[in-house]
């Protein structure tokens, strides 16, 4: 295909439309379901005694490239990253584009050539699809829509209100990277230190946690809203406090530099390839080791444990700081930094 820019036609339902079909996305990542060109991919049903999982996300990050990643992979590790929180084996995914008129068709084959490898290296499938295309200036270039599957094996649950006190909670890696990375593109900032997004698909490293550790409460990625909209959203599933350690929480000193120059809180930055993982406290250090020894779980810390709530009210997230004082640990309110995902 000779087009250099995405067209109108090539959201038509004709002979446009079938080339970047044929020549982009099936080029990068089709297989056998995807090239049927059915409406509908017709897809085997999950083993006996298994559950299915399902999650979808739409991302619409800008800038679309930047140091560690791009929308396209972006894109995969989010949804393939929610669906193994659940304890799930992601299998299949699905991916709609929404395409603005004018966007460069070569960044459109280096999107889906990021989503293909990340695909690859997570093991799932993108079995169907849709591409729809808008005027210009009517869109930011590209928007991307993807569904995940996967399947849960017979007996394994995992919720954050099966948390209970004494559970210890570990953070896979250093807080903040993505939010900051983000910003640093979209502000034109530089720092001593390179910075890049840490997005990454990581159910490979919940299902080695999960083989250490079988008896872990919950998993959740820290996106949007960061390391404290989860332990909240935690602490109000279960009914519980949780208390984390100031000085046990990883953070590279670009990034907690950078959070002090724009003023953020890096509990509340996203984070698009960490996972908190809450685990009763005698399978803490198995489920530590199992994540340290993956690639993307070398920083890995028990960051902090979890507490009977006080009746006389709601359940707290505590952050006991590095001088031995406390301080309640709040979900974000508003958006610190918009579109990040």
Same mark, same amino acid.
């Given at each position: 295909m000779n087009d250099e820019t995405v067209l109108l036609g090539h959201g038509s339902g004709g002979t446009m439309m079938k080339r970047i079909i044929d020549d982009v996305f099936f080029e990068a990542y089709a297989g056998d379901e995807l090239r049927r060109g059915d409406d509908a991919a017709v897809l085997p049903t999950p083993p006996a005694g298994a559950r299915l999982a399902l999650s979808t996300d739409s991302f619409v990050v800008t800038p679309h490239?930047? *140091?560690?990643?791009?929308?396209?992979?972006?894109?995969?590790?989010?949804?393939?990253?929610?669906?193994?929180?659940?304890?799930?084996?992601?299998?299949?995914? &699905?991916?709609?584009?929404?395409?603005?008129?004018?966007?460069?068709?070569?960044?459109?084959?280096?999107?889906?050539?990021?989503?293909?490898?990340?695909? +690859?290296?997570?093991?799932?499938?993108?079995?169907?699809?849709? /591409?729809?295309?808008?005027?210009?200036?009517?869109?930011?270039?590209?928007? @991307?829509? /993807?569904?995940?599957?996967?399947?849960?094996?017979?007996?394994?649950?995992? &919720?954050?209100?099966? @948390?209970?006190?004494?559970?210890k909670v570990i953070l896979s890696g250093t807080l903040g990277d993505h939010g900051i990375t983000i910003m640093s593109c979209r502000e034109s900032? &530089?720092? +001593?230190?390179? @910075?890049? &997004?840490?997005?990454? *698909?990581?159910?490979?490293? @919940?299902?080695?946690?999960?083989?250490?550790?079988?008896?872990?409460?919950?998993f959740r990625d820290p996106t949007r809203g960061g390391l404290a909209s989860t332990l909240n959203e935690f602490a109000s599933q279960a009914g519980v406090d949780i208390t984390v350690e100031e000085d046990a929480v990883p953070v590279k000193p670009a990034v907690l530099g950078a959070c002090e120059m724009l003023g953020y809180d890096v509990f509340q930055v996203a984070n698009e390839g960490k996972m908190v993982c809450v685990v009763p406290a005698d399978e803490a250090e198995a489920a530590l080791a199992a994540m340290r020894a993956n690639k993307y779980g070398a920083d890995a810390a028990i960051i902090g444990?979890?507490?009977?709530? +006080? *009746?006389?009210?709601?359940? +707290?997230?505590?952050?006991? /700081?590095?001088?031995?004082?406390?301080?309640?640990?709040?979900?974000?309110?508003?958006?610190?930094l918009p579109r990040i995902c």
């Amino acid at each position: 295909m000779n087009d250099e820019t995405v067209l109108l036609g090539h959201g038509s339902g004709g002979t446009m439309m079938k080339r970047i079909i044929d020549d982009v996305f099936f080029e990068a990542y089709a297989g056998d379901e995807l090239r049927r060109g059915d409406d509908a991919a017709v897809l085997p049903t999950p083993p006996a005694g298994a559950r299915l999982a399902l999650s979808t996300d739409s991302f619409v990050v800008t800038p679309h490239f930047f *140091p560690g990643g791009d929308i396209g992979h972006l894109a995969v590790c989010g949804t393939v990253n929610d669906v193994a929180t659940a304890g799930a084996v992601p299998q299949y995914l &699905s991916c709609g584009f929404v395409l603005e008129e004018g966007f460069p068709m070569d960044d459109l084959r280096r999107i889906c050539a990021s989503m293909a490898a990340c695909a +690859k290296e997570a093991g799932v499938c993108i079995v169907t699809g849709d /591409t729809k295309v808008v005027n210009r200036g009517h869109g930011d270039g590209v928007y @991307i829509n /993807t569904t995940g599957v996967g399947f849960v094996p017979e007996g394994r649950e995992l &919720s954050g209100r099966l @948390i209970q006190p004494g559970d210890k909670v570990i953070l896979s890696g250093t807080l903040g990277d993505h939010g900051i990375t983000i910003m640093s593109c979209r502000e034109s900032l &530089s720092f +001593k230190a390179q @910075i890049e &997004s840490d997005a990454a *698909p990581l159910n490979h490293l @919940i299902a080695e946690t999960l083989e250490a550790a079988p008896h872990v409460r919950a998993f959740r990625d820290p996106t949007r809203g960061g390391l404290a909209s989860t332990l909240n959203e935690f602490a109000s599933q279960a009914g519980v406090d949780i208390t984390v350690e100031e000085d046990a929480v990883p953070v590279k000193p670009a990034v907690l530099g950078a959070c002090e120059m724009l003023g953020y809180d890096v509990f509340q930055v996203a984070n698009e390839g960490k996972m908190v993982c809450v685990v009763p406290a005698d399978e803490a250090e198995a489920a530590l080791a199992a994540m340290r020894a993956n690639k993307y779980g070398a920083d890995a810390a028990i960051i902090g444990e979890v507490t009977e709530a +006080k *009746p006389d009210r709601g359940p +707290k997230v505590f952050l006991r /700081t590095a001088f031995g004082s406390a301080r309640i640990l709040d979900m974000l309110v508003g958006e610190q930094l918009p579109r990040i995902c």
